[in-house]
């Protein structure tokens, strides 16, 4: 994703998203999102009650198991493939479990200003986030 921005306003959103929560995928070594398949975001001057239903019930069972530092560390190893996850953010990551990781992954992917591209990069960087983070994590 070299040269790719995130605007501040997705970005604070996307922290936002991230330090707080889907589906488990069939393998726990992958995380598995069909962009196909994600809710139609909402316009730009709409805000949406929720990302897509059942968010926030997700994001408050999840929010407490991810510090708010390892939430910034993970969202900027998404954006930037130099920065790495540490081990501690890691375990704390693995911790939150997959249904929360997910959840989070699928609300931060359905931003507009999002294209397909960087979708499927953002998703190719998480699933070896979360494959890395799994081994330092046993």
Known sequence: MEGF??????????????????????????????????????PVDE???EPYPGFYDLSRRCISKLTDE????VLSGLFNKENKVSQSCCVKLVAMGQECHIGLMKALLMFPDLTENDRNE???IDNTIWSECLKVSN
């Open 122 to 124: 953002i998703l190719t």
């Open 5 to 42: 921005k995130l605007p501040s306003a997705l970005a604070a959103f996307a922290l936002v998203v991230f330090i707080s929560a889907f589906f488990a995928a069939a393998d726990p070594n992958t995380v598995t999102i069909d962009v196909n398949d994600l809710p139609a975001a909402a």
């Open 47 to 49: 805000i949406r009650a």
């Open 70 to 73: 390892c939430g910034k560390e």
